[in-house]
């Protein structure tokens, strides 16, 4: 029926199939939708915030989705200004399209949720207004909100790229400027993208009161800032490799070469491993010589439900692990090893911006503080879950209207 | 600020001064203590012995208005300059209508001492009757802490500029101070060699909470017992 | 391709353009204003800020205070006056709250009459004043012509003042002997005193020239009696590094943390180790031994009226009181209580206080006795000793009453609970007596109660007794000025403007040895649907006419006040306090200030403006009204009374406590009710700000935490927080358990001024009434009602 609208020569399942994925997804993002009215309308007592969690759920999948979604930008990097030097990056043309999406989807749908984090949303553009140099969260206002504007330009000519769009001429044309332009815009987008992940881990690592979080730094930048941007450009590249595997896994077809997953594999090995160095020297400093000045030690950091094992879970499943396999030439030709370790690596960025938000303000600063615990509620999980399945949703509408992979046709000849 | 937990029983009277003066709102339940808005929070310190050594002391904590040098904690995060440092008087204070309730702050800052608007601010018809004019109230979503009763002092400066005097040198009393039936808290100007406030503060009683972090806190605790002091930071 | 790259620049531009239009900052504008103004956020109104002074009455403290007007229409703020020497500028919290009593949703704004059941809230109809007054005035006229006025019953507020004074003459004149005031230490006190020294006056302490105090559990810091003064004195000895306080007492209380030492003796055996530290003192002959042989009957052997020989207290402390034999009984150590003798005995103005756990209960008058005995050991009676006894204020006196015939009649009949009483040997202020005999039936039926700024239906121990009493009485008339537990059981309620709307005066201070005198003169103008309940006696008292109306002449309150201050006035005694330097606690007897007022109207310019009256404290010794001419500490008195006990200490302070009843197995734990500074226990309720400082580990939700011992928990299965039912041979509550080391073993404690059944929804259903579950022990000496611990049991819910 939407045989038109899909994109010639490829092949997509039923509509009455798709339209019944889409129902599902819609009803669950009226459900986020809902619950996050709520939040707006009755005020953020429905959360499970409070003064000592001033920051939960939210954050947490804001900056973990954001890393994530650094694919995007950090595929673009490499695709747009480094191929010319490096030809083997070349082969990243195959999925670009797709890391562009996935990072679409992943800021869009992160300024949603941060919409409702802020108690005072309509006065969000006060950023704007009465911007504090110093704060890293002016930063990454201007940045995510920049970004996520040159990600909208990003996609709109992949959008225009569909078949019955691209006959209209000026839209034709109107998208073929902005692919003219596209390289600039990546570039741009690098720029505001390598600060903003930088400016979120700096979110917390200028907290000069709060020893969990803080770290020394360079210039007017706490070392977390490098570190978020290096585990971003390291764990975004990987969860685009995850989505298009999943989307191969659902539409049982091969969607780009293998060889791409391999170079995806080679890169995120390599800067996982320059990474999980540096967190581990990083972590071993503020164990050893900045917690210790704040009267502090390791253990005191962590508690039962927020125990060591985070740590472990964080730095040596989810970090050494997946560093050393992918830097295997022979476990990069597993599928399994490969998929396993870019999940591993992805996980462990969820965790380490997990700890970097709740387990950082969790941790009693005053002797007289009690250790206390945030549990979210159905009004944080419910606009998350939604969010995932906005971006699920966008993703599925653009596989399967837009030409996203250019050999999708020569891989699926049959 | 200087208070003295020698002589501070705990009687709360500057907490609940505090409420009246600036127009803090309350809720019907209010014993979800990470929730509830007090400026003036008074923490219970317990020496962790067994009865019949046990012991405790009761600590009002104030917002410290960190001295830090180029920011306190909560103004160097704020993304809208809601909450700043006035480099005059070292007050940090908090414009309510500027603020955008991201609950920054409150995460930067380590002695809770902010508070976050989790509901409207209502009260009971009746008792709107008994708000100060001279303090706004404040809407949901944003967050509040003490000003050091800023509103005091901008009395206090237009009631010497109107005098003729020079405004810089006024002094003022907040209203915990003013409430104390102890006179537990002593205010005052700490730059100032001659005041009470700076010669308590070089008492050797004298201590601040987390020194180790380098907040520089203008708030001053006096105590005999050690085991507070041990308690006032991290060892 | 022109066409579309002018397309481009075009979309470009428009949207570009859109941004040099008022349009979209308009919109953000808007949007952080529409932020701003909801409508349900409060603005409130300006206008000229003034500040009018005046006196709190909240209770007994007498702190001068100022309210924060504006357009003096509505009060905005109440702070210390920083001149008054009392408070000097300091307030508490409830003081600091006190305009949410103005201000309170369950303020009554007219006279309401139930129509239907007792209780129930929807019964009540507003009444006029007129219609109300004219079906009491009627009834009440209806008693006192058929000569059965002892029918009236009243329970006023334990506060001493001049509206105490307009009732009790109100009541006389009418002919009813059966006027009570709400249970309070001093009702023990003073009985104790006159045992002594022949004078019904409290005894008093000088804390701020005490360098050394011995407190067996007196509430100093948490209690409300005297919190400015108490609160100075302790902040002077902390200042001045000048005293040194040791509390007694079984936990933790704020008391015990903040003295120099905490001494923790089993609860209720503080008379116990202050009879043991007498021995100390007697046997190492560390005691006045000039003043107990100059100025003391009792302290060596004596002899009874009829000749027989009698012990004294020497022998009695010295055979029965040894360190090791009361080791048992208070859990202390024999060496620590030598060593607390030994301090006491060697600071030279060392003194002994003492509380019953709560100021507002009356304590076993042996124990009493027995800790006077201990200051008077140290010779704290002499002229220049640290224990006096509480000054009278020359106020006008009130005029004699002049009985008709039916009211001299009606009086002729004793007072419901003395009619009753085999026991009572002294006529205190018994309440549970008389409630007793009301619900028993006493030989004449109560018909009328009468209630005047107090809750007996919450604040009394064993409330129960109250309402039980209450089903025999045909009316029950409520002055509240608030929807209390008692108003609300009310037939009639006649709403008094609150505490900063009407003329009250402050009569003496409690346990303060120097003598104080304010009046608390309104702030803001009474709402016309309340009526001063001194104006509603007088008019009353008009209605009535004939000698009723004579024995109260006065046209209203007011000027029943100001008749009270030019009698002050004509004294020429003492002067008003000017300013805050004055040291009222450090003056002695003798050191009586200059005069410094001229007339009584000259007085009461300055009252009314917020300055307060005091004089020097009285010389004990040189108002002695005993049969002895000295201080008894055997009470002959005792014997005069009718008492001829074969055993000699009857007469002697001695260690006579009362067993709590039940069994021991059924109920193996204690339950002690304590006060905490932040719980209003009494007439006023918690108002929200100082609800709102209540720790979690003392409220949750709506449930009261009790404090117990992880040792007493551990075994019964409890945690942290775990929800628990208490039980007593009085009855049953469901709580949580707070754990914590500062609650002795095997006791329980509960916060009183919880478990509101009345108000609104920010006091009504917080925590539970722990007086319902307390046990009452009736005084075999005096009848009042004492309280130190009741039997308990804890199991998990
Ligand atoms: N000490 C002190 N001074 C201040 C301020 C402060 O906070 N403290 N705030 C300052 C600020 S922000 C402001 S905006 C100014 C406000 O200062 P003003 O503008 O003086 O404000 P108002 O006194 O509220 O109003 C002025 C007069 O306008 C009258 N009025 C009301 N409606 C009308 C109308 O429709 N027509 C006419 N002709 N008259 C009308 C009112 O009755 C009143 O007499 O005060 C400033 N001055
Ligand atoms: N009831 C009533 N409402 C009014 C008005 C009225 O007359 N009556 N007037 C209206 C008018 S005209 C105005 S302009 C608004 C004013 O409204 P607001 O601006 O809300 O008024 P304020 O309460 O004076 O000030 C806001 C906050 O700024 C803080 N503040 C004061 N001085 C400083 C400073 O130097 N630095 C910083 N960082 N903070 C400071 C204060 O502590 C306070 O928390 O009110 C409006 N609302
Ligand atoms: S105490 Fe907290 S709120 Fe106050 S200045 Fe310091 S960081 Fe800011
Ligand atoms: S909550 Fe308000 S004051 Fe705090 S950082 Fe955010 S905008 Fe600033
Ligand atoms: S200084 Fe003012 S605002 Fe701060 S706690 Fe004291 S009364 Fe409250
Ligand atoms: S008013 Fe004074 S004594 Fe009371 S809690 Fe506050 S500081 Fe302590
Ligand atoms: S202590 Fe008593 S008199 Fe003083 S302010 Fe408090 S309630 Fe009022
Ligand atoms: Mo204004």
Not at chain 1, 293 to 312: N, Q, R, T, V
Request: hydrophobic content about 45%; proline content about 6%.
């Amino acid at each position: 029926m939407d045989q038109a609208l899909i994109p010639e020569g490829l092949k997509r399942c039923p509509l009455p199939v798709f339209g019944l994925w889409v129902l599902v997804l819609l009803a669950i993002i009226g459900w986020g939708v809902y619950a996050g009215a709520v939040v707006l309308l009755q005020a953020l007592n429905v959360t499970g915030l409070n003064d000592y969690f001033g920051f939960g759920f939210y954050i947490t999948i804001d900056l973990a989705i954001i890393a994530l979604g650094a694919g995007a930008f950090f595929s673009g990097f490499l695709y747009y200004a480094l191929s010319r030097y490096f030809p083997a990056l070349k082969e990243l043309h195959k999925i670009i399209n797709l890391a562009v999406i996935v990072g679409f989807v992943c800021y869009t749908g992160a300024l949603a949720v941060l919409l409702l984090e802020i108690g005072q949303p309509l006065r969000g553009w006060f950023g704007y207004w009465h911007p504090n140099v110093h704060s890293m969260l002016t930063e990454v206002i201007f940045c995510i909100s920049c970004y996520a504007i040159v990600l909208i330009i990003e996609y709109v000519p992949i959008v225009f790229e569909n078949r019955k769009l691209d006959a209209i001429k000026s839209v034709h044309i109107f998208g073929h400027t902005l692919h003219e332009l596209m390289a600039i815009f990546a570039l741009t987008g690098t720029f505001l993208s390598f600060f903003h992940q930088g400016s979120l881990g700096g979110v917390a690592g200028v907290l000069f009161a709060r020893p969990f979080a803080y770290r020394t730094g360079f210039f007017v930048w706490p070392w977390t800032f490098f570190l978020f941007i290096l585990s971003a450009i390291a764990s975004g590249p990987a969860f685009t490799a995850l989505v298009c595997r999943a989307m191969e896994a659902v539409t049982r077809k091969k969607l780009v070469d293998r060889s791409v997953y391999e170079l995806l594999a080679r890169i995120v090995g390599g800067l996982l491993l320059f990474y999980i160095i540096l967190k581990i020297i990083d972590t071993l400093y503020w164990g050893l010589v900045m917690a210790p000045e704040f009267g502090l030690s390791l253990a005191d950091f962590y508690k039962a439900p927020y125990g060591m094992w985070l740590l472990i879970a964080e730095i040596l499943i989810c970090g050494v692990l997946p560093a050393i396999v992918l830097n295997i030439p022979q476990a990069r030709k597993s599928d399994a090893i490969v998929f396993g370790a870019f999940f591993l690596t992805c996980t462990g960025i969820v965790i380490n911006r997990f700890v970097m938000t709740i387990q950082a303000i969790a941790v009693p600063v005053m002797p007289f503080d009690r250790w206390q615990v945030y549990v979210p509620t159905v009004y944080e999980w419910a606009p998350g879950i939604a969010m995932l399945a906005y971006c699920v949703l966008v993703i599925s509408l653009s596989y399967r209207y837009l030409p996203l992979f250019p050999r999708e046709k020569q891989l699926n000849a049959t | 600020m200087v208070i003295d937990l020698d002589k501070c029983t705990g009687c709360m009277a500057c907490s609940v001064a505090c409420q009246a003066e600036n127009n803090i709102s309350f809720r019907v339940d209010e014993t979800d203590k990470l929730r509830s808005i007090t400026w003036m929070e008074i923490y219970k310190l317990e020496n962790g012995k067994d009865y019949p050594e046990y012991q405790f002391t009761y600590l009002p904590r104030p917002c410290m208005h960190c001295d830090s040098p180029h920011h306190s904690p909560c103004t160097f995060v704020c993304p809208v300059n809601a909450t700043t440092r006035d480099e005059n008087n070292g007050i940090v204070t908090h414009i309510v209508p500027r603020c955008i309730g991201c609950r920054y702050c409150i995460v930067a800052c380590p002695y809770h001492a902010r508070d976050f608007n989790w509901w409207d601010p209502t009260w009971p018809k009746p008792m709107e009757q008994m708000l100060s004019p001279e303090v706004s109230t404040r809407m949901r979503g944003v967050v509040e802490k003490c000003t050091f009763c800023h509103q005091r002092l901008l009395k206090a400066r237009t009631r010497a500029y109107h005098e003729g005097q020079d405004p810089n040198t006024v002094t003022y009393n907040p209203a915990c101070a003013d409430a104390c039936p102890t006179k537990a808290i002593t205010f005052g100007n700490l730059m100032d060699a001659q005041s009470d406030v700076a010669k308590l503060a070089k008492d050797p009683r004298a201590f601040r909470i987390l020194a180790k972090l380098k907040t520089e806190p203008k708030v001053y605790y006096l105590s005999r017992y050690q085991w507070v002091h041990k308690l006032s930071d991290n060892a | 391709m022109s066409f579309s790259r002018r397309a481009f620049l075009f979309t470009a531009g428009a949207i570009g353009g859109t941004l040099f239009t008022p349009l979209p900052w308009k919109l953000v504008d808007d949007s952080a204003i529409w932020s701003q103004n909801w409508r349900w956020r409060p603005s409130p109104q300006r206008g000229e800020i003034t500040k009018a002074p005046s006196i709190c009455t909240l209770c007994d403290g007498g702190c001068g205070i100022q309210a924060r007007l504006v357009d003096n229409k509505r009060a905005i703020l109440i702070e210390g006056t920083p001149s008054h020497p009392v408070n000097r500028g300091g307030v508490c919290a409830l003081g600091a709250a006190g305009l949410q009593f103005v201000y309170a949703s369950y303020r009554i704004s007219q006279p309401l009459k139930q129509t239907k059941k007792r209780g129930e809230t929807a019964g009540f109809q507003p009444v006029s004043w007129d219609e109300a007054l004219k079906e009491i005035g009627g009834k009440l006229n209806r008693l006192h012509t058929e000569n059965r006025a002892n029918s009236l019953a009243g329970i006023i507020s334990n506060r001493p003042s001049s509206m105490a004074d307009l009732w009790t003459q109100f009541f006389k004149s009418c002919g009813s002997p059966n006027l009570f005031r709400m249970p309070d230490h001093s009702d023990s006190l003073v009985l104790a005193s006159s045992l002594m020294t022949g004078r019904a006056s409290a005894p008093v302490f000088a804390l701020e020239r005490a360098s050394y105090v011995l407190s067996f559990g007196a509430s100093l810091l948490e209690g409300r009696d005297s919190f400015p003064r108490n609160q100075s004195a302790y902040a002077q000895w902390r200042q001045q590094g000048s005293g040194k306080l040791i509390q007694i007492e079984s936990h933790c209380s704020l008391t015990a943390a903040k003295a120099d030492r905490w001494i923790a003796a089993a609860p209720g055996s503080e008379a116990a180790l202050a009879l043991a530290i007498a021995h100390v003192l007697i046997k190492e002959k560390a005691y006045d031994a000039d003043f107990m042989s100059n100025a003391v009957f009792g302290f060596e052997d004596w002899a009874d009226v009829q000749g027989k020989a009698r012990k004294g207290f020497k022998s009695y402390v010295l055979e029965a009181c040894a360190p090791e034999q009361m080791a048992g009984i208070t859990g202390v150590d024999p060496a620590m209580i030598r060593e607390i003798a030994k301090e006491f005995a060697t600071h030279k103005n060392a003194l002994v206080i003492w509380g019953s756990g709560s100021a507002s209960h009356p304590n076993n008058i042996y124990h009493d006795l027995a800790f006077m005995a201990l200051n008077i050991l140290k010779g704290n009676f002499k002229a220049d000793g640290l224990m006096m006894i509480q000054p009278a204020i020359p106020l006008a006196p009130m005029p004699e009453v002049q009985l008709d015939a039916g009211a001299q009649s009606s009086l002729q009949k004793p007072r419901l609970d003395l009619a009753q009483a085999k026991n009572t040997l002294m006529a205190g202020n018994a309440v549970y007596p008389f409630l007793d005999a009301v619900v028993k039936g006493g030989i004449y039926p109560i018909e009328m109660l009468w209630v005047d700024e107090c809750n007996p239906a919450h604040s009394l121990l064993e409330p129960q007794i109250f309402e039980t009493a209450l089903t025999k009485i045909s009316t029950l008339v409520s002055f509240s000025s608030y929807m209390d537990e008692t108003a609300q059981m009310a037939d009639w309620i006649l709403p008094a403007p609150t505490a900063l709307e009407r003329y009250d005066d402050v009569m003496g201070i409690p346990g303060a040895p120097f003598a104080y005198y304010a009046i608390s003169a309104p702030v803001l103008p009474a709402p016309a649907g309340n009526r001063h309940a001194g104006d509603v006696v007088l008019s009353l008292a008009k209605a009535v006419g004939g000698n009723v109306q004579g024995s109260l002449p006065w046209p209203d309150f007011q000027s029943f006040l100001k008749a009270r201050v030019a009698g002050l006035a004509e004294s020429a005694k003492g002067a008003v306090a000017e300013s805050a330097d004055i040291q009222l606690g450090k003056l002695k007897p003798g050191e009586s200030p200059k005069t410094n007022f001229t007339s009584g109207d000259k007085l009461w310019e300055k009252l009314v403006a917020g300055a307060c009256w005091y004089d020097a404290p009285v010389d004990p010794m040189m108002s002695l009204a005993t049969t002895s001419g000295k201080v008894e500490l055997a009470c002959q008195k005792l014997q005069a009374t009718g008492l001829d006990a074969a055993q000699d200490t009857i007469y002697l302070p001695h260690y006579a406590p009362l067993a709590p009843s039940g069994s021991e197995t059924e109920f193996p734990l204690l339950l002690v009710g304590y006060e905490t500074q932040i719980l209003s226990i009494q007439y006023l309720p918690n108002p929200p700000f100082l609800t709102k400082m209540l720790p979690d580990t003392l409220l949750k939700g709506n449930d009261l935490l009790v404090q117990v011992h992880p040792k007493t928990a551990q075994p019964l299965g409890l945690n942290e927080g775990d929800q628990a039912k208490i039980k007593t041979p009085q009855g049953e509550l469901s709580v949580r358990v707070h754990l914590t080391p500062g609650s002795r073993p095997g006791v329980v404690y509960a916060a009183q001024g919880l478990g509101h059944e009345a108000y609104d929804e920010f006091i009504k259903g917080k925590g539970v009434n722990v007086n319902r579950i307390t046990e009452v022990q009736l005084d075999p000496v005096t009848g009042l009602g004492t309280t130190w611990a009741t039997r308990a049991q804890l199991v998990r819910a």
